[in-house]
């Protein structure tokens, strides 16, 4: 192999932020060692996956793809085919995918991520899958090499893993317990992100009301918020909360701080006590209904998302029916729903009463229908009104319009400038569709 030859990498990631937050450190350390990013697949001589593991749909995914890559190594046997991410942190999963696709080169976890350099040497020689899972997260690493994907919105990961354990998700499993980094790691991030340009940042973890707990002092998510509202920074946002720990200083230091925007994420996940208290979510119906109350109360305007989740196990028909009238009730923007899929290694793989795929299907399909209609009357609620947009750029349907976002996360296309791009601008709604608003520049 001639030694001077550019190396390309591909990474195909699934999954949630998190994810994404692993594939800029995997790309930045790819970089450190000379390889360059590409887009197409046959031009790599690295391929690195990173997994998803919360539904059976995400690793069907994953699977078809792993089996579509043995047709480019056949085509070039010098290249690295590499998987990690959630599904390989399960070492059972590891090992079903060693067993299944003798062709993989390294198989690794979400512990152990900033080993890969390590690991591609060891392939390099190695003519057997290179496994390495870490059972326990480590030390959290800072100051790892790092390539973002955005020139005008970062992620920055506040902190690690879950405590949760609700019944039926396996990310406790795969992410380890909560950890968070040091305030004054995170500011640092974030004032670099200033520095650089960046317009606007979204704070990340599994559960961000309950950030700090297991620092060395006394500093919750308010105190962060507040100190990440006086880095400059135009735009905060954070994912995602956990209905059971936000506290009324959060809901103060939301409404007090002008670049923490109008919006949150609360996942509800059912709207039956029952159902509720089978999750493990340690809400009730009645409590949640209270804080999206107090939430309004304090911060008028602000647009609230949720997931759901329909045919847990042990759903009835009347239980269902308490989710679609706690949806009629609050009323969301936005909302991600679905159908429960079985993890192995969870509590609720293991109840006795699962629901059949039909009927989850048909109530994920009543729910979508409710949602939309909520969806579509919010935003023609918003017609008329002025709203300050983020320009991202110009629009993929119509490249003749500009596209950005609300203060609550909505998408927005008008007529402007391309050099508006990255700026904040003024714009009068006009029009109204179910997942986008049109708007005129004032
Ligand atoms: N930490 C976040 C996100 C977790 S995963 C939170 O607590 O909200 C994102 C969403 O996937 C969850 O909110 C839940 O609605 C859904 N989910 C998780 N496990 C699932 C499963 N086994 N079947 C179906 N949906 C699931
Ligand atoms: Fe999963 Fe619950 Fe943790 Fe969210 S809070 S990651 S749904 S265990
Ligand atoms: Fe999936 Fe792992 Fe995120 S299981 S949703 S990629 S934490």
């Keep these: 192999m001639n030694e001077n ?10 999954g949630c932020q998190m994810n994404e937050h692993d594939a800029e450190i995997l790309a930045g350390q790819l970089q450190e ?27 069907q995914r994953v699977y078809g793809k792993i089996g579509e890559l043995y047709r480019l190594k056949q085509a070039n046997p010098n290249l690295i085919l590499a998987v990690g991410g959630c599904m390989s942190q399960q070492s059972e999963v590891a090992k079903k995918m060693r067993r299944r696709f003798p062709y993989l080169d390294i198989i690794f976890g979400t512990h152990n991520l900033a080993e890969f350099p390590d690991l591609l040497r060891a392939a390099q ?4 899958t290179v496994l390495e899972l870490w059972e326990e997260a480590g030390a959290i690493k800072e100051a790892l090499p790092r390539v973002r994907q955005d020139g005008l919105k970062a992620w920055t990961t506040i902190m690690y893993g879950c405590n949760n354990f609700c019944t039926y998700c396996i990310v406790p499993y795969v992410r380890g317990r909560e950890r ?9 991030e974030i004032e670099n992100l200033v520095a650089q340009g960046y317009q606007e940042v979204t704070l990340l ?9 297991d620092l060395d002092r006394e500093y919750d998510f308010a105190d962060l918020l507040r100190a990440v509202n006086e880095t400059g920074i135009q735009r905060i946002r954070f994912m995602t909360s956990h209905p059971k720990d936000i506290s009324p200083r959060l809901i103060e230091a939301m409404a007090d701080c002008s670049h923490v925007m109008e919006h949150l994420h609360l996942p509800v996940q059912a709207g039956s006590n029952r159902i509720l208290r089978a999750m493990n979510r340690r809400y009730t119906r009645e409590r949640y209904l209270e804080l999206v109350q107090e939430i309004r109360a ?9 997931d759901v989740i329909v045919g847990f196990p042990g759903e009835t028909d009347e239980d269902f029916a308490d989710t679609l009238s706690l949806m009629e009730i609050v009323r969301y923007d936005a909302a991600f729903t679905f159908a429960y899929s079985p993890r192995g290694g969870t509590p609720a793989a293991r109840m006795l009463d ?33 709203q300050e947009i983020l320009v991202e750029g110009p629009s993929k349907n119509d490249p003749g319009k500009l596209t950005g976002r609300t203060r609550g996360n909505k998408l927005v296309h008008f007529v ?20 986008n608003l049109f708007g005129e520049l004032i």
């Design 125 to 128: 020689v190695s003519q057997e």
């Design 354 to 386: 699962q629901v059949p795929e039909v009927v989850s299907k048909e109530r994920l399909q009543r729910l979508n229908a409710l949602q939309t209609r909520i969806s579509l009357e919010r935003n023609q609620q918003l017609v008329g009104t002025e």
């Design 298 to 306: 304090a911060i008028p305007d602000i647009c609230l998302t949720t």
């Design 33 to 59: 060692l000379g390889y360059a990013p590409t887009d197409e697949e046959v031009a790599a001589d690295l391929v690195i996956l990173v997994t998803c593991a919360v539904r059976e749909h995400a690793e």
């Design 205 to 213: 973890g599994q559960n961000v009301n309950s950030y700090g707990k």
């Design 5 to 14: 030859k550019q190396l390309y990498y591909k990474i195909i990631t699934y």
């Design 180 to 188: 968070s980094r040091r305030p004054e790691n995170i500011l640092a």
């Design 416 to 435: 402007g400038e391309p050099q508006l791009a990255g700026q904040l601008v003024h714009v009068r709604i006009t029009a109204a569709q179910t997942w």
